[in-house]
C-alpha cells in the first residue's frame, strides 16, 4: 500500500539553525512527492514536489530531493526564519489511480529569535 | 473563484443531526477532492471527483458519508446521523487534472457535540 512516515515533532530552533524533517515513503511504483505547508490559520499550500528519482524539488529556500533507493524526500533549509514556524506535511501521490494524496501527520516547527 | 473556498469554516451540531459542507474549487479545475484531518493528524483522503463523476469513494468511513458534484463545479460532503467521532477538519483540493498541483481550501472545522 501507500504511506509516509514522517519525523514526529514538535520541532524547536533558533533563527538561522540547519532545518531537516525526514520523511520516508511506502508506495508501488514511482509516485510523486510533496512537502505541504500549513501557516498559523491557513490553508495548506504546495511548498515543493518531485515528480521522479533524483529530482530535487526547491522553494523559499527549503529543498527536497527524491531518493528511490533509501525511499526517503527529506526536507531541508540551510538558515530557517521566524517566518517558517508552521506545519509541514510530506505526501506522496501513486504513480496510478485517482492521484489523491497520501500524507504523513506533519511535524510542527516553531522558530525562535 | 481566486482559491478553493470552503464554508463554513466552523460548524457545530449535536449528535445525531445531519450536517452538510461546502466546496467551490478553482474555476475551470477539473478535479476536486475531499479529506478529513484528525488533530494532530494529517489529511486522509475521502473521495475523488473528475468532473462530475465521483470516480473513486474508498475513503469514505461508512455509509453515513456522501458526496455530490452535480454540474462539475461546487461539491457538497454530506454527514448524515453525525457522532462524535466525525470531528475533524474536512478539507476540500482542487486541481486540473491528474499530476498537477492540488489547491487546498481552508477547510471546515466540524464539532459534533
Redesign the interface.
Known amino acids: 500500500g501507500n504511506s509516509v512516515t514522517q519525523m514526529e515533532g514538535p520541532v524547536t530552533l533558533s533563527e538561522e539553525a540547519f532545518l531537516t524533517i525526514n520523511c520516508t515513503y511506502t508506495a508501488t511504483g514511482y509516485p510523486s512527492l510533496f512537502w505541504y505547508v500549513q501557516y498559523p490559520g491557513e490553508g495548506l499550500q504546495l511548498l515543493l514536489k518531485a515528480t521522479k528519482a533524483d529530482d530535487k524539488g526547491s522553494n523559499k529556500g527549503f529543498e527536497a530531493t527524491y531518493r528511490k533507493e533509501t525511499t526517503s524526500f527529506h526536507l531541508e533549509k540551510g538558515s530557517v526564519q521566524v517566518s517558517d514556524s508552521a506545519v509541514y506535511f510530506c505526501a506522496l501521490s501513486p504513480q496510478t489511480g485517482a492521484n489523491n494524496l497520501f500524507f504523513g501527520t506533519g511535524t510542527r516547527l516553531t522558530v525562535i529569535p | 473563484g481566486a482559491g ?1 473556498s470552503q464554508s463554513p469554516r466552523y460548524k457545530v451540531t449535536k449528535r445525531g443531526q445531519d450536517v452538510a459542507l461546502r466546496c467551490d474549487p478553482i474555476s475551470g479545475h477539473v ?1 476536486l ?1 475531499w ?1 478529513r484531518q484528525a488533530l ?6 475521502l473521495t ?1 471527483f473528475n468532473y462530475e463523476a465521483q ?2 469513494k474508498s ?1 469514505l468511513p461508512n455509509d453515513r458519508f456522501s458526496a455530490e458534484r452535480p454540474e462539475g463545479s461546487i461539491s457538497t460532503l454530506t454527514i448524515q446521523r453525525t457522532e462524535q467521532r466525525d470531528s475533524a477538519m474536512y ?1 476540500c ?1 482542487s ?1 486540473m487534472g ?2 498537477t ?7 471546515t472545522r466540524l464539532t459534533v457535540v
Open positions: 478553493v478535479s477532492y479529506y494532530g493528524q494529517g489529511p486522509e483522503f475523488y470516480q473513486d475513503g478539507r483540493a486541481s491528474r499530476n498541483e492540488a489547491f487546498f481550501g481552508q477547510g
